[in-house]
């Protein structure tokens, strides 16, 4: 594949900050003011700084801080606030005040989830004194701009598959997935997680495999007739998944985003779960990466400026280059959901053991936790607006 010149490159991210900023522009509209979350990513930094730019009064942004430094951000939050020069607010929460409110979470939610976006939005409303009501959250940049680990996933098991046998491309996967503790620490065992299906690059389906069947393991959170039922139905599954025609001669990378969109696109929870836990208070996320116009534009960049060799959100980074500050620019993506650290569930154990939702006849006979924090406050303290980047 050819690697876009310089000045395509170059005229590509000016066209990429323009929607953009033409985006936020939009909704910063409101009879009241709107906040913006910064969560100490890219995402959210980028949104923030251009809604500064445009905003006709100083910009109220918020943030959640974890007392467990394991997860906490906010370093990267003040920094980024001070940056910006926004009138800033923060939300404390500790692993007791997730299993408080996680029950609640997925009463609003209506439905269980293996991470922790939904909790997070119910988390995020509690803006600043000012009678707040939207929020604008970076949401969608992922999706639209290959941000997640499992798109590099899917090119480090392509590059190993045309040699099986090297240990070496397959030591490229402890590039993966930081997060996770001692994850990446054995090149036997990423060798052996990842090499089932190794060959199969043919598969439709080859860039979500893993993911897809690791997720049977959730079924231990259900009772045993819905585990049953979705038993049944998984070997259907992929008859559910309607390919669009033409899909094969799309290239790896975009095969893999439709795939997301198509099944666990996170903005999915954003819209279906985020919005209503966040509407529950009164608080309508506004996301300016989904706009339609920046769907279409991401949607026609080559491959290499989405995900460069490794680089994930390539243009983005470019667009963010000049307007933050260089350890956010350069910051590589850190996931909300932290539900798979032993640390976490241990602390959140017994917050949640008193609060486990639907037991016994209902859907979920166990839940996964979630991080949350006192969105009831939000309403007394008067701020409503929220969101973050996934």
């Known amino acids: 594949m050819r690697i876009p010149d310089e000045s395509?490159?170059?005229?590509?991210?000016?066209?990429?900050?323009?929607?953009?900023?033409?985006?936020?522009?939009?909704?910063l509209r409101a009879d009241v003011p709107v906040a913006a979350y910064l969560s100490g990513g890219l995402d959210s930094a980028v949104i923030g700084s251009l809604a500064c730019e445009v905003a006709p009064t100083r910009l109220n942004t918020f943030s959640i801080s974890f007392s467990d430094p394991a997860f906490d951000e906010s370093e990267f939050q003040r920094n980024m606030a001070k940056h910006l020069g926004t009138r800033h607010e923060v939300v404390y929460a500790n692993h007791a005040d997730i299993g408080r409110v996680?029950?609640?979470?997925?009463?609003?939610?209506?439905?269980?989830?293996?991470?922790?976006?939904?909790?997070?939005?119910?988390?995020?409303?509690?803006?600043?004194?000012?009678?707040?009501?939207?929020?604008?959250?970076?949401?969608?940049?992922?999706?639209m701009l290959g941000g997640y680990d499992i798109f590099k996933e899917a090119?480090?098991?392509?590059?190993?598959?045309?040699?099986?046998?090297?240990?070496?491309r397959a030591?490229?996967?402890?590039?993966?997935?930081?997060?996770?503790?001692?994850?990446?620490?054995?090149?036997?065992?990423?060798?052996?997680?990842?090499?089932?299906?190794?060959?199969?690059?043919?598969?439709?389906?080859?860039?979500?495999s893993i993911r897809w069947r690791n997720g049977a393991r959730h079924r231990r959170f259900y009772s045993p007739a819905l585990?049953?039922?979705?038993?049944?139905?998984?070997?259907?599954?992929?008859?559910?998944?309607?390919?669009?025609?033409?899909?094969?001669?799309?290239?790896?990378?975009?095969?893999?985003?439709?795939?997301?969109a198509a099944t666990s696109f996170r903005v999915i929870y954003c819209l279906r779960k985020g919005t209503a836990v966040g509407m529950a208070h009164g608080v309508e996320g506004r996301l300016p990466f989904l706009d339609f116009r920046v769907v279409e534009f991401c949607a026609q960049l080559p491959a290499r400026l989405k995900l460069r060799v490794l680089n994930e959100k390539y243009l983005l980074r470019r667009v963010a280059a000049p307007m933050l500050p260089p350890n956010i620019a350069s910051r590589r993506k850190r996931p909300y959901s932290r539900a798979h650290s032993p640390r976490f569930l241990q602390r959140s154990h017994r917050g949640l053991r008193a609060r486990i939702a639907f037991a016994g006849g209902g859907p979920f006979r166990r839940v996964v936790p979630a991080e949350s924090r006192v969105a009831a406050r939000c309403q007394t303290r008067g701020w409503r607006g929220g969101g973050r980047d996934g």
């Open 8 to 27: 395509v490159i170059q005229e590509r991210t000016e066209q990429l900050r323009d929607l953009l900023a033409d985006s936020v522009r939009i909704r």
């Open 227 to 260: 585990a049953a039922s979705l038993e049944q139905a998984r070997a259907n599954a992929s008859a559910d998944i309607r390919l669009p025609d033409g899909f094969m001669g799309c290239g790896p990378l975009e095969r893999a985003q439709y795939l997301e």
């Open 171 to 208: 030591l490229l996967l402890k590039r993966l997935y930081p997060e996770i503790s001692g994850f990446n620490q054995t090149g036997g065992f990423l060798s052996a997680f990842f090499s089932e299906g190794l060959t199969d690059v043919d598969s439709p389906f080859y860039s979500h």
């Open 155 to 168: 090119k480090i098991r392509r590059f190993w598959a045309a040699q099986p046998e090297s240990q070496r």
């Open 102 to 143: 996680f029950r609640e979470v997925i009463c609003i939610a209506n439905a269980g989830s293996p991470d922790l976006h939904p909790a997070r939005c119910f988390c995020s409303p509690r803006c600043s004194r000012s009678g707040l009501q939207g929020g604008l959250t970076g949401e969608g940049a992922d999706e």
